[in-house]
């Protein structure tokens, strides 16, 4: 949706075995032969009726679509609203799982959002031939609360909602875990290792930014006023402008397209505004996906307003300003504006045509009657945290991405951030250097080698 968004998100679970294979990457991380109780170990039952036994857990459904070696199951836990308040009763959060074998290493995932359904495997848990977990982010999707606000929508509750998680599946699986997002879903990977930081064995973390002071932007200025090319970068400027001097029959093709829809601005406001945040985010949203070969394609000065409006479509996406879209992100930018903060883009060469001051706030895209609060102490808090303490965090970031003109430094035992030179947004590990890709992989199966069963 927003500025932490990934296309290219994950490999095809189809593919795994052969993936496994052909890398020379298969592990074993062999639980105990009995269960606690003497009875037999999860690989001896088939896993529906695994899953079915476990406290709070629904099966939903086993979907056939999973690739070779592979059992996809959608699944319903019962969670607190509140893990401090029983009293505030629960909620259902919805999961996946791509299970292979009990004793294979297990990777929990979260996008940070919606849960994907479609059956694909995280490049970590393809390289380890691993179960999947993913965890759908409370308050996206149908993990949503009964209350109407968001008040116990914060990085702490989600975090615990991960080690709920994380200690019921242990029974199934009692080998090693890692987990793993990237964007909004390694920030959520993040934050959970943070509070409970012995859940999993490591973390890898893809292309998620730090904003650890929410007025301080002068790092994601800069990267912008400095990414790519000086031709690539005053071209996307230039097309901003034609784009807002044209502003009249851009947004009446706009207006034209929400009517056919049968979609409305009520949350933004108009279709004015909303434009003018579309206009104002591309250039963010433009570096944060483009390739050299997309620059050779920034509108002109003599491209039609028909081309514009196509562009800005493309790369900013103008139906996420629109209610219908914007009405299932309202939680995105709740977290943005009470926790997790926001880079700004640079304005300057704008400032003549702009309408809507302060138009890409997240207070813009969250109704009036769901009161905001900023947390000064959420991020800082984190960030100390990754400095200082966090062990086994693995960083990959894109040296073209501004999502992490602000990215975390890891100090602690066995962490450090490894970079793409000229990656974007959706990098993975496979794009490093071979050097850096080989001693990734090796750290992966270091990780899972040394947590042995448990």
């Given at each position: 949706?927003?500025?932490?968004?990934?296309?290219?998100?994950?490999?095809?679970?189809?593919?795994?075995?052969?993936?496994?294979?052909?890398?020379?990457?298969?592990?074993?991380?062999?639980?105990?032969?009995?269960?606690?109780?003497?009875?037999?170990?999860?690989?001896?039952?088939?896993?529906?009726?695994?899953?079915?036994?476990?406290?709070g857990l629904r099966l939903i459904e086993e979907r056939r679509d999973a690739g070779a070696g592979y059992r996809?199951?959608?699944?319903?836990?019962?969670?607190?609203?509140?893990?401090?308040?029983?009293?505030?009763?629960?909620?259902?959060?919805?999961?996946?799982?791509?299970?292979?074998?009990?004793?294979?290493?297990?990777?929990?995932?979260?996008?940070?959002?919606?849960?994907?359904?479609?059956?694909?495997?995280?490049?970590?848990?393809t390289l380890l031939g691993a179960n999947q977990l993913q965890v759908e982010h409370r308050y996206f999707g149908?993990?949503?609360?009964?209350?109407?606000?968001?008040?116990?929508?914060?990085?702490?509750?989600?975090?615990?909602?991960?080690?709920?998680?994380?200690?019921?599946?242990?029974?199934?699986?009692?080998?090693?875990?890692?987990?793993?997002?990237?964007?909004?879903?390694?920030?959520?990977?993040?934050?959970?290792?943070?509070?409970?930081?012995?859940?999993?064995?490591?973390?890898?973390?893809?292309?998620?930014?730090?904003?650890?002071?929410?007025?301080?932007?002068?790092?994601?200025?800069?990267?912008?006023?400095?990414?790519?090319?000086?031709?690539?970068?005053?071209?996307?400027?230039?097309?901003?402008?034609?784009?807002?001097?044209?502003?009249?029959?851009?947004?009446?093709?706009?207006?034209?397209?929400?009517?056919?829809?049968?979609?409305?601005?009520?949350?933004?406001?108009?279709?004015?505004?909303?434009?003018?945040?579309?206009?104002?985010?591309?250039?963010?949203?433009?570096?944060?996906?483009?390739?050299?070969?997309?620059?050779?394609?920034?509108?002109?000065?003599?491209?039609?307003?028909?081309?514009?409006?196509?562009?800005?479509?493309?790369?900013?996406?103008?139906?996420?300003?629109?209610?219908?879209?914007?009405?299932?992100?309202?939680?995105?930018?709740?977290?943005?504006?009470?926790?997790?903060?926001?880079?700004?883009?640079?304005?300057?060469?704008?400032?003549?045509?702009?309408?809507?001051?302060?138009?890409?706030?997240?207070?813009?895209?969250?109704?009036?009657?769901?009161?905001?609060?900023?947390?000064?102490?959420?991020?800082?808090?984190?960030?100390?945290?990754?400095?200082?303490?966090?062990?086994?965090?693995?960083?990959?970031?894109?040296?073209?991405?501004?999502?992490?003109?602000?990215?975390?430094?890891?100090?602690?035992?066995d962490s450090r951030t490894l970079w793409v030179p000229g990656g974007n947004h959706s990098v993975d590990i496979?794009?490093?250097?071979?050097?850096?890709?080989?001693?990734?992989?090796?750290?992966?199966?270091?990780?899972?080698?040394?947590?042995?069963?448990?």
């Open positions: 949706m927003g500025v932490w968004t990934r296309r290219r998100l994950l490999t095809s679970a189809a593919s795994a075995a052969s993936a496994v294979s052909a890398a020379g990457l298969a592990v074993t991380a062999a639980g105990p032969a009995r269960a606690a109780d003497g009875g037999p170990r999860p690989a001896d039952a088939d896993i529906a009726d695994t899953l079915r036994a476990l406290p996809h199951f959608v699944l319903g836990l019962r969670q607190p609203v509140d893990h401090t308040d029983p009293s505030a009763g629960t909620f259902e959060q919805r999961l996946t799982l791509l299970h292979t074998a009990a004793d294979r290493p297990t990777v929990l995932f979260s996008t940070g959002y919606h849960a994907v359904l479609t059956p694909r495997l995280t490049e970590p848990a149908v993990s949503r609360p009964a209350d109407p606000g968001y008040a116990h929508l914060t990085i702490r509750q989600a975090a615990d909602d991960h080690h709920r998680v994380v200690r019921l599946f242990r029974r199934v699986y009692p080998g090693a875990w890692l987990s793993t997002g990237s964007s909004k879903g390694g920030m959520t990977s993040l934050y959970h290792r943070r509070f409970h930081p012995g859940d999993v064995d490591g973390t890898v973390v893809y292309s998620a930014p730090n904003n650890v002071d929410d007025r301080e932007d002068s790092a994601c200025l800069r990267f912008l006023e400095t990414v790519g090319t000086a031709p690539a970068r005053e071209a996307v400027k230039a097309a901003q402008r034609r784009m807002l001097l044209h502003r009249a029959e851009l947004v009446a093709r706009y207006e034209a397209w929400a009517s056919a829809s049968g979609d409305t601005f009520r949350i933004v406001g108009s279709a004015d505004k909303a434009f003018e945040i579309a206009v104002l985010r591309v250039l963010f949203m433009f570096w944060q996906r483009a390739t050299p070969a997309d620059t050779a394609a920034i509108p002109g000065p003599e491209a039609t307003t028909d081309e514009l409006y196509t562009w800005l479509d493309n790369w900013a996406g103008l139906s996420l300003y629109a209610d219908t879209a914007a009405g299932r992100y309202i939680p995105y930018w709740y977290q943005i504006g009470t926790q997790l903060g926001y880079g700004d883009v640079p304005t300057g060469h704008l400032a003549d045509l702009l309408r809507h001051p302060d138009g890409i706030a997240a207070r813009n895209f969250v109704p009036r009657d769901i009161p905001m609060v900023f947390d000064t102490r959420a991020m800082p808090d984190i960030d100390r945290w990754v400095r200082r303490r966090g062990s086994r965090l693995l960083f990959v970031n894109g040296a073209q991405d501004p999502a992490v003109a602000e990215h975390f430094r890891p100090g602690g035992p496979a794009n490093l250097s071979p050097t850096d890709r080989a001693s990734a992989e090796e750290t992966l199966l270091r990780w899972v080698g040394s947590a042995g069963g448990r």
